[in-house]
């Protein structure tokens, strides 16, 4: 806020992403079943930013649907679960993002 909007009662609404609140890391989980073509996928600076863009906050539990290159040009819908989150809820530039596999045999072909 600035020291006008506090003289006039102005709340500011601005958010910023780098503030104190923001998760320090957090661990979301993929199917043991998903192809390496798509670990690596998931590993890509481009799906981490996507990541970071997408969802505004993170809680253990949370679970995100996602779709992932498999390979040969092919996609697969995969779950993500937030399995821990460091710090607060909110994911910011800074907010680290580790992976790790879970063995719930979603991916299984029938």
Same mark, same amino acid.
């Given at each position: 806020?600035?020291?006008?909007?506090?003289?006039?009662?102005? @709340?500011?609404?601005?958010?910023?992403?780098?503030? @104190?609140?923001?998760?320090?890391?957090?661990?979301?989980?993929?199917?043991?079943?998903?192809?390496?073509?798509?670990? !690596?996928?998931?590993?890509?600076?481009?799906?981490?930013?996507?990541?970071?863009?997408?969802?505004?906050?993170?809680?253990?539990?949370?679970?995100?649907?996602?779709?992932?290159?498999?390979?040969?040009?092919?996609? !697969?819908?995969?779950?993500?679960?937030?399995?821990?989150?460091?710090?607060?809820?909110?994911?910011?530039?800074?907010?680290?993002?580790?992976?790790? @596999?879970?063995?719930?045999?979603?991916?299984?072909?029938?």
């Amino acid at each position: 806020m600035t020291e006008s909007d506090q003289r006039s009662g102005v @709340a500011d609404d601005r958010s910023d992403r780098s503030d @104190a609140t923001g998760a320090e890391r957090i661990v979301v989980s993929y199917p043991a079943a998903l192809s390496e073509a798509g670990r !690596r996928q998931l590993e890509k600076q481009s799906f981490r930013s996507y990541l970071h863009k997408t969802h505004g906050e993170a809680r253990a539990g949370d679970v995100w649907e996602e779709f992932v290159g498999v390979g040969c040009g092919t996609t !697969r819908d995969v779950s993500l679960r937030v399995e821990r989150v460091d710090g607060g809820a909110e994911i910011t530039d800074e907010t680290a993002i580790s992976y790790a @596999a879970r063995d719930d045999g979603e991916l299984e072909d029938d």
